[in-house]
């Protein structure tokens, strides 16, 4: 479990990234932080490696403050995936993964076999092992981060817009893989985006940002489409979108699913 206790940070220079932000992630949950740029997601989901340290309030994991430990330990014990990667781009893709292994003491060999492992487990074919970071695509790469994010077999995986630099489809495909993923592991997830419709495919609990880390409203992903909080949420989300506009027609006795636009998507199941 991830508690932040009413934390805010002011950057040097005075910039107010967030006011006395408060939520608890229950642990083996994902819960999606969505909000437009500049809204803090990034500054809060650092708090909990401690790349930021608040200036007031508290970041605790299971009641343990973040703080009371060593921050490089810290780091070491929880997977964080960037939207660049974070690849090291002069060591092969193995390399790359086995390199967080050899960190927490395990040898080459086994790390080398234990790299390879992940990278079945984030679905990247063995032969891509030799190729460097600049050698594979954006989703390849992106997938490299999640193996190497794994490696500790950390608990906590903090997520920042790691699927924001690939087109749809492969974005489609690296969602649906951490879908899977999760199932299986049932990591304690924190995962920072943008994009609402990815924010409610992922989230098993969905935080919607205003500025400065205002709470606008949380929630499940059919509690937010059901009962927006106010006018910013229902424009945020897009609930008057056609494509969430859904209501049914019958045709030939079958009860059709029809978007805003009157285009079929699906046929009802009794
Ligand atoms: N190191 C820094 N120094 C000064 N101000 C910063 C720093 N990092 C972030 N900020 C400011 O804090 C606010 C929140 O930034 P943050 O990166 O947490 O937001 P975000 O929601 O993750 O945005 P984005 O989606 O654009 O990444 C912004 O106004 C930003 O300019």
């Known amino acids: ?19 006395g932000f408060s939520l608890v992630v229950p642990s083996h949950r994902t819960v999606a932080l969505v909000g437009s ?12 490696n401690r790349m930021v340290e608040p200036t007031s309030g508290r970041v605790l994991i299971d009641d343990q403050d973040v703080q009371d430990g060593d921050a490089v330990e810290l780091r070491r014990s929880i997977g964080y995936v ?13 390399d790359n993964v086995a ?11 086994p790390a080398r076999e234990q790299a390879l492992g992940l990278m079945a487990r984030v679905g990247l074919d063995a032969s891509l092992a030799g190729r460097y970071p600049g050698q594979l695509s954006g989703g390849q790469q992106q997938r490299v981060g999640v193996a190497r994010a ?3 077999d950390p608990n906590i995986l903090l997520m920042d817009e790691p699927f924001g630099a690939v087109d749809p489809i492969v974005r489609r495909e690296l969602q649906d893989e951490l879908l899977r993923l999760q199932a299986e592991l049932g990591k304690t997830i924190v ?3 943008h994009d609402v419709d990815e924010a409610f495919r992922l989230g098993d609990e ?3 940002l205003r500025d400065h880390g205002v709470i606008a409203q949380r929630g499940t992903p059919a509690e937010i489409l059901a009962a927006p909080a106010d006018a910013f949420v229902a424009d945020f989300v897009g609930a008057d979108r056609a494509e969430r506009a859904l209501h049914t027609r019958i045709v030939e006795g079958r009860t059709i699913a029809v978007d805003g636009n009157g285009r079929p998507v699906g046929v009802m199941t009794p």
């Open 1 to 19: 479990m991830i508690e932040f206790a009413a934390v805010s940070k002011t950057y040097p220079g005075g910039s107010v990234a967030v006011e």
């Open 37 to 48: 740029s500049g809204s803090g997601k990034t500054t809060l989901l650092r708090m909990v």
């Open 82 to 94: 960037l939207q660049a990667g974070g690849l090291l781009p002069h060591r092969t893709v193995l």
């Open 99 to 109: 390199t967080v292994l050899r960190l927490s003491g395990i040898p080459r060999k």
């Open 150 to 152: 794994l490696a500790p």
């Open 191 to 193: 995962f920072v985006t």
């Open 206 to 208: 969905v935080v919607v």
